[in-house]
């Protein structure tokens, strides 16, 4: 943690984040290097919020129910400081409503950025705390906040986590649908059972998957990102799912996956020279369903949320 004299103003960066990775449902994801930007500023009294950026941002509030204020309201709440009034001005580049990890980076951005309005008392293990308390589960806040990939489980409260070193040399395409998914209704077509051979399946791989991460042996990373507890019930909440993982894959995809909640696909290729290829085949495979995606050409990042020091970024937990 960097300790350093109480700021006036704050400018914070977090990653996108890409969730559950096939079988790790609710238990692993991986930052993205795609950014939202979020300056908050002390100011003599009341709340100004100002956003731009993502063309779906016009439906985030600019009141006192806006999420980035909300976290903050916490971490003022326990250190014990009350900023006279706020203004905060936040970048969108994630898109909303695609699997990306865009409340969790509001979250983590909010959460920062008054900590470090406060003093930055707060740990980066309370911080993440508040995190997982305001998003319900700690697969997307977590590598939003601390970076690479990073394998996190609940027991009574309490959150268990890991971090391991992004895999630097995969390149990942990422087909964007242009129609939003709440996570809401994708969690609710949820069973609240399964059977427990698919329980098996997906321990199993989740847990070579991680495995995998940590020794980079991308051959077997590629066999054990399938599912069967969340993407055969959100088939079809996303149109030509299955056909777009096919083409994927038919043009030199290691593998691919739902993002999160949906319904943003992600695949994860090993040769750069099929990455056209890879995002080509996913654009059509998803036209021919009669959905119009953006294709984004990603990395994973080792960085999680970090803040502008002297024009330079700096890990800030």
């Known amino acids: 943690m960097i300790i350093m004299e109480r700021a006036a103003m704050v400018r914070v960066r977090v990653p996108a984040t890409t969730a559950n990775m096939g079988p790790g449902f609710d238990t692993i994801g991986m930052a993205l290097k795609l950014y939202n930007y979020l300056e908050m500023e002390e100011i003599s009294g009341g709340l100004q919020i100002e956003i731009t950026g993502e063309e779906d941002s016009g439906d985030i509030p600019r009141d006192e129910r806006n999420i980035v204020y909300q976290a903050a309201e916490r971490v003022f709440a326990k250190t014990g400081y009350r900023p006279a009034g706020l203004t905060i001005r936040q970048e969108i580049n994630i898109p909303a409503a695609r699997g990306m990890g865009s409340s969790a980076a ?3 951005g909010g959460l920062i950025a008054a900590n470090w309005l406060s003093g930055n008392k707060l740990s980066a293990d309370e911080l993440l705390h508040m995190a997982v ?8 806040v977590a590598p939003a906040m601390l970076g690479g990939v990073v394998v996190s489980a609940l027991m009574d409260e309490k959150l268990f986590y890991r971090y391991i070193a992004p895999p630097e040399d995969l390149e990942l395409v990422v087909a964007v649908p242009e129609f939003q998914l709440s996570t809401r209704v994708a969690r609710d077509i ?3 059972n399964v059977p427990v051979q698919d329980a098996v ?3 199993s791989r989740a847990s070579l998957l991680v495995l995998a991460l940590v020794q980079k042996d991308y051959e077997l990373l590629g066999q054990m990102m399938d599912d069967k507890l ?4 959100r088939l079809n909440l996303v149109p030509g799912m299955q056909d777009v993982f096919a083409a994927a894959r038919d043009n030199g995809a290691l593998a691919v996956a739902l993002s999160g909640a949906g319904p943003t696909l992600i695949a994860f290729v090993k040769d750069k020279d099929k990455l056209r290829d890879v995002g080509d085949s ?7 369903a009669g959905v119009t995606c ?3 050409y990603l990395s994973a990042c080792p960085a999680g949320a970090e803040v502008e020091l002297e024009g330079e970024w700096v890990t800030c937990l």
């Open 106 to 108: 509001a979250i983590v």
């Open 190 to 192: 949820l069973p609240l």
């Open 133 to 140: 308390a305001m998003e319900g589960h700690p697969d997307n």
């Open 230 to 233: 969340h993407q055969p019930y």
């Open 294 to 296: 953006s294709i984004k």
């Open 201 to 203: 399946f997906n321990v």
């Open 282 to 288: 996913m654009r059509q495979a998803f036209l021919q």
